[in-house]
């Protein structure tokens, strides 16, 4: 029997060392990247914190939009966007 494969939850990182962990999976997405890579995107291509919490919304509701999450988990991402230091 092969062992159950290893969950990994999305966990951010802020500038100020702030650890925003969840309990939301870190799904492989249809073109084999994770949404915490979509996430680290939103971080890397943003130029300031609105830009970011923008990424964050379009990012999230895509997610939910195809169901990669719920409405809940939408709303705790977009919670941390708002809260975290970044980019």
């Avoid at 990182?13 to 997405?29: A, M, P, Y």
């Avoid at 915490?36 to 914190?49: A, G, P, T, V």
């Amino acid at each position: 029997m092969l062992p159950p494969p290893s969950t990994s939850y999305i966990v951010i990182v802020d500038k100020d060392g702030n650890r925003f962990e969840t309990e939301i999976q870190d799904k492989v997405l249809d073109d084999g990247t994770r949404i915490s890579q979509k996430i680290q995107d939103c971080i890397n291509n943003s130029r300031n914190h609105g830009d970011f919490v923008s990424c964050m919304a379009h990012l999230t509701n895509w997610l939910m939009k195809n169901g990669y999450i719920t409405n809940k988990e939408k709303g705790i991402l977009m919670n941390i966007a708002a809260r975290a230091n970044l980019p």
